[in-house]
């Protein structure tokens, strides 16, 4: 099993009831309230709080932190100038979000504030607003606090059974007996092209961690109780019950393509993976990215700890009767059916069953089985 | 500011001379733009290469809680 990125695994998670204290205190929104959550347990370990200037501007130049651990995607906690108040560094402050119920502090560190526009153009590789990314950048408040952090208490989430802290998915890979371990992210319902790739690399190592993105969503995507018992009926059916494991993650999508790539690699070694699975424009939105620019990003860290598995796109050839990819079939592209998923989506909307080239019956049934399955 | 910065951030090391001529024909047309680049890349991969397996440490009352809840969520039998 891979040591937690940067050697140790954080736990900033703390008993002590810190609502009773006399604190400034300041609401947060679910995003940052999220990030508390995955700092504490060690999702984003090294980090022990958001970002100090000096990371920041390593992170941005070097995609790496001060002490030279890769790190790719900035973790910042940002307010405005009414908020802070007489707040300043040294201070602790208190940390709430009414949806996630956190109750966590920061001790500051530092204030400081960042020119949005470098920021969006080095992480995002542009600066027009209508990447959802740069958007959320420009949209920052004008300071940032830099420190530590600690954390009370959250609310347990709706999926609460299935949400396992990486020092749980160490234990249980250790368990099972899991040496090599490989994690596939997810954001839709599983089809026939995403069962192919997660059992091509299942083939090479002792389990698969199914690790879906759960959170704010936009309308029209599954929502994620759909995303998740889709995955149960495929895992019940078609999956060794001791070769898979399924289990949430809680944090919100960048849209950073290659950069978001690392940072989706740097999490799943802290949940003990050895291996991720990193397809097609990984983490991209429009065109802002190459489809394979993630898979390139990798080459830059010989010191990541985790190794990235690449797969192309996957269609299936009806001249081999089999899935295949660009790299195994002799056949033209006019023989090859693409896993859309936008036609199974038009498929379920319609109420219909995509057919069995595409996606299970049991996972489309299981989807149709929702009276609304999409994000209203 | 930025200079003391970068002073701060890197620092010289020194190789044979004759190993660095040899470097700098090998990383001719690739990605590397220089010695450098090349050295950090090669040290980050052997000094990650050397870290050790990750062994936890679980306390046994830890241990115990993991493996219950694991169990009652239906992970482990």
Redesign the interface.
């Known amino acids: 099993m891979p040591r937690p990125h940067g050697g140790k695994l954080i736990d900033r998670k703390i008993n002590k009831d810190l609502s009773e204290q006399d604190l400034p205190t300041i609401e947060i929104n679910t995003n940052l309230s999220e990030d508390i959550d995955n700092i504490a347990n060690g999702v984003f370990s090294p980090l022990k709080g958001f970002l100090c200037r000096n990371d920041l501007e390593n992170v941005i130049t070097d995609k790496r932190l001060e002490s030279d651990t890769p790190w790719t995607i900035p973790i910042l906690l940002d307010f405005s100038k009414e908020e802070l108040q007489d707040i300043k560094e040294g201070d602790t402050v208190l940390l709430t979000n009414k949806e996630n119920g956190t109750i966590a502090t920061i001790d500051i560190e530092e204030i400081y504030s960042i020119d949005k526009k470098t920021l969006a153009k080095k992480v995002y590789g542009t600066t027009d607003d209508a990447h959802p990314g740069v958007a959320n950048v420009f949209s920052m408040k004008e300071n940032l606090l830099g420190g530590t952090i600690s954390l009370y208490k959250t609310k347990p989430s709706a999926f609460e059974n299935y949400n396992l802290s990486p020092k749980e998915t160490r234990f249980l890979f250790k368990e099972k007996g899991w040496k090599d371990v490989v994690a596939f992210q997810t954001r839709n319902p599983p089809h026939i092209g995403h069962e192919y790739v997660q059992k091509t690399a299942l083939t090479f190592v002792d389990g698969i961690f199914i690790n879906p993105i759960i959170g704010k969503k936009k309308k029209g995507d599954f929502k994620d109780e759909v995303i998740l018992e889709s995955y149960n009926t495929l895992m019940k059916h078609h999956y060794l019950k001791e070769r898979a494991v399924m289990s949430i993650l809680r944090t919100s999508m960048k849209y950073a393509g290659p950069r978001e790539a690392i940072h989706h690699a740097i999490m799943r070694k802290n949940f003990g993976c050895t291996h991720f699975i990193v397809g097609r424009d990984h983490a991209g939105v429009g065109d802002y990215y190459g489809p394979y620019d993630a898979h390139d990003m990798f080459s830059e860290f010989p010191d990541l700890g985790i190794a990235p598995v690449f797969f192309r796109s996957f269609s299936r050839c009806t001249k081999c009767d089999s899935v295949v990819n660009d790299k195994i079939c002799p056949h033209d592209q006019k023989y090859h059916i693409n896993f859309s998923g936008k036609k199974i989506r038009e498929l379920l909307i319609n109420g219909e069953i995509p057919s069995e080239d595409m996606m299970r019956k049991e996972v489309a049934e299981t989807i149709l089985k929702f009276k609304q399955p999409f994000v209203e | 500011m930025v200079e003391e910065k970068d002073e701060k951030k890197y620092t010289t090391i020194s190789i044979p001379t004759p190993l660095a001529e040899k470097i700098k024909k090998r990383i001719e047309g690739t990605?590397f733009n220089s010695l450098s680049s090349y050295v950090t890349?090669?040290l980050?991969?052997v000094?990650?290469g050397m870290?050790?397996?990750?062994d936890?440490g679980?306390s046994k009352e830890?241990?115990e809680r993991?493996?219950d809840?694991?169990r009652a969520?239906?992970?482990?039998d």
């Open positions: 990605g890349y090669v980050r991969e000094i990650s870290e050790e397996e990750s936890e679980f830890d241990e993991v493996k809840r694991l969520l239906g992970y482990l």
